[in-house]
């Protein structure tokens, strides 16, 4: 779905297969240049590509509200391979996830959730899904959240989370000038070839972190549970 002025909305209850052999491939996509975009989606996802690979993607020039159960799937053999994927120029970040998210990537980069956003919006990721997060040779993560320039961050996971990459991975992952609050119960396992992070938060003005979930983290070089 893709709205030049207006805003662009996706409501999916079917199963959805996707194979690319030698491109991209995508379960759901909607970009607004003008407005926001909205999905919600409540059927089973699988995207297999040759290429970058996502099963649901948001990229919008102003707000995103993604709210997914079903269970999603992705694979990537040359390219990035992301569950979800919420991305904005202006404006805030909304994910809701209940569904199981599996992703791989053989030559890539490997996110299980993926939320971004650039001048001063907020993001806010809550998620009780299980997730899975394998890179064959980059890094791997299982919610990465990135505000460039101001916006609070706030991640409440309460699902378990799995990642293994080469490089640098971590469970959760945040980053923003403003306040980051991370709120954790579930199980976070990270296994890494470099450096490797349980949750990873960085800010320049406050950062709180509740934990009440376990978390392992095995590293060949620098491995932190809370960072």
């Known amino acids: 779905a893709k709205a030049l002025y207006g805003y662009a909305s996706i409501d999916n209850t079917g199963d959805i297969s996707v194979e690319s052999e030698d491109g991209i491939g995508y379960g759901l996509y909607a970009t607004a240049y003008g407005s926001n975009a909205y999905i919600t989606n409540s059927g089973d996802i699988s995207a297999n590509s040759y290429s970058d690979s996502s099963a649901i993607v948001a990229l919008p020039l102003n707000d995103v509200v993604i709210d997914n159960s079903g269970n999603l799937t992705v694979y990537s053999y040359d390219?990035?391979?992301?569950?979800?994927?919420?991305?904005?120029?202006?404006?805030?970040?909304?994910?809701?996830?209940?569904?199981?998210?599996?992703v791989e990537s053989y030559y890539g980069t490997a996110?299980?959730?993926?939320?971004?956003?650039?001048?001063?919006?907020?993001?806010?990721?809550?998620n009780d899904g299980d997730i899975s997060v394998y890179s064959g040779s980059l890094q791997a993560f299982?919610?990465?959240?990135?505000?460039?320039?101001?916006?609070?961050?706030?991640?409440?996971?309460?699902?378990?989370?799995?990642?293994?990459?080469?490089?640098?991975?971590?469970?959760?992952?945040?980053?923003?000038?403003?306040?980051?609050?991370?709120?954790?119960?579930?199980?976070?396992?990270?296994?890494?070839?470099?450096?490797?992070?349980?949750?990873?938060?960085?800010?320049?003005?406050?950062?709180?972190?509740?934990?009440?979930?376990?978390?392992?983290?095995?590293?060949?070089?620098?491995?932190?549970?809370?960072?």
Do not use: C, K, M
Request: proline share 1%.
């Open 142 to 227: 299982g919610i990465f959240a990135f505000n460039y320039y101001g916006g609070d961050v706030t991640v409440n996971n309460s699902g378990d989370i799995s990642v293994e990459g080469q490089s640098f991975e971590a469970g959760i992952f945040a980053i923003t000038p403003d306040s980051i609050t991370i709120i954790n119960d579930g199980s976070i396992a990270v296994n890494s070839s470099a450096v490797a992070f349980g949750n990873y938060a960085n800010s320049a003005y406050q950062i709180s972190i509740d934990n009440s979930g376990d978390i392992a983290v095995d590293a060949s070089g620098y491995a932190a549970g809370i960072y």
């Open 79 to 102: 390219g990035d391979a992301n569950g979800i994927v919420a991305l904005t120029s202006n404006g805030n970040v909304n994910v809701e996830n209940s569904g199981d998210i599996d």
């Open 111 to 126: 996110i299980g959730i993926y939320a971004r956003t650039s001048n001063g919006g907020e993001i806010s990721i809550a």
